[in-house]
């Protein structure tokens, strides 16, 4: 399974809605734990980043330049 990469910045798509009806969330911390922020109403909330990762389907709009590969970040 190919590992999931994401940064500080980044919009992404969740598995399941937030209450206010937007499934896009900005990552705005990151560590041992993430905090995202809804894109729709601005609440954030801080979960653990293992939950993160398996609730993530996609990076919707990254702040990596695209022409910048997985390898060249190891």
């Known amino acids: 399974m190919e590992r999931k990469v994401f940064q500080l910045g980044d919009v992404v798509q969740m598995k399941k809605q937030h209450p206010c ?19 729709g109403c601005q609440h954030s909330v801080l979960i ?3 939950k993160f990762e398996k609730n993530m389907k996609k990076v919707l709009r990254s702040t990596l330049p695209p022409d910048t590969s997985i390898e060249s970040l190891n």
């Open 21 to 39: 009806g937007s499934n896009e969330m900005e990552i705005i911390r990151m560590g041992m734990d993430i905090r995202i922020k809804c894109v």
């Open 48 to 50: 653990p980043r293992v």
